[in-house]
T-cell receptor, first 112, second 109 residues
Framework: DAGVIQSPRHEVTEMGQEVTLRCKPISGHNSLFWYRQTMMRGLELLIYFNNNVPIDDSGMPEDRFSAKMPNASFSTLKIQPSEPRDSAVYFC??????????FGNGTRLTVT | AQRVTQPEKLLSVFKGAPVELKCNYSYSGSPELFWYVQYSRQRLQLLLRHISRESIKGFTADLNKGETSFHLKKPFAQEEDSAMYYCALSGQGGNQFYFGTGTSLTVIP
């Protein structure tokens, strides 16, 4: 198994632009999590899905952030419009009941 | 409610010295506890889980339900142990995960 796959690995964009981060979970996993990691706040849970359904999005910072999971093998996290304070590493992780989470390599986002 | 607490943001020890990274949790029911490690600019990787009761890279962690703690220990720290360590809790059938704020461990040569 290739593990959790995230793309792109790095994204540099200008303030105001739309950013889309992608995640392919491990096949067979029914839970998917999006986290944001910064030096100041550490690892923050943004949203998680169970069986493609968003269960808890209370961590999504504001309306500029949205996440979708159209099927069991794909999820996106979109920021529109992006702002410099959104610069962070965004991790996707997947799991299934009782098993540990498996993390992707992350997307390092820089908004200038 | 804060479910996982890691009181130390930074921890430095000398090579060969014992190291203990603290983790306390708050959860009703029977949670599962994990330690994850993140080496510089890499993804988080599972280090160990309490139900396995195993030692990985010389690290062990014992779940103390009375003290609601899951401290990570290693008797002799190595330079390659320098990393960020996250304590995590899984509840409700494993579909909820809560992470602590992490402890950055530096092992001084």
């Amino acid at each position: 198994d290739a593990g959790v796959i995230q793309s792109p690995r790095h994204e540099v964009t200008e303030m105001g632009q739309e950013v889309t981060l992608r995640c392919k979970p491990i096949s067979g996993h029914n839970s998917l999590f999006w986290y944001r990691q910064t030096m100041m706040r550490g690892l923050e849970l943004l949203i998680y899905f169970n069986n493609n359904v968003p269960i808890d999005d209370s961590g999504m910072p504001e309306d500029r952030f949205s996440a979708k999971m159209p099927n069991a093998s794909f999820s996106t996290l979109k920021i529109q419009p992006s702002e410099p304070r959104d610069s962070a590493v965004y991790f996707c992780a997947s799991g299934t009941g009782g098993s540990p989470l498996h993390f992707g390599n992350g997307t390092r986002l820089t908004v200038t | 409610a804060q479910r996982v607490t890691q009181p130390e943001k930074l921890l430095s020890v000398f090579k060969g010295a014992p190291v203990e990274l603290k983790c306390n949790y708050s959860y009703s029911g029977s949670p599962e506890l994990f330690w994850y490690v993140q080496y510089s600019r890499q993804r988080l990787q599972l280090l160990l889980r309490h139900i396995s009761r195993e030692s990985i890279k010389g690290f062990t962690a014992d779940l103390n339900k009375g003290e609601t703690s899951f401290h990570l220990k290693k008797p002799f720290a190595q330079e390659e142990d320098s990393a960020m360590y996250y304590c995590a809790l899984s509840g409700q059938g494993g579909n909820q995960f809560y992470f602590g704020t992490g402890t950055s461990l530096t092992v001084i040569p």
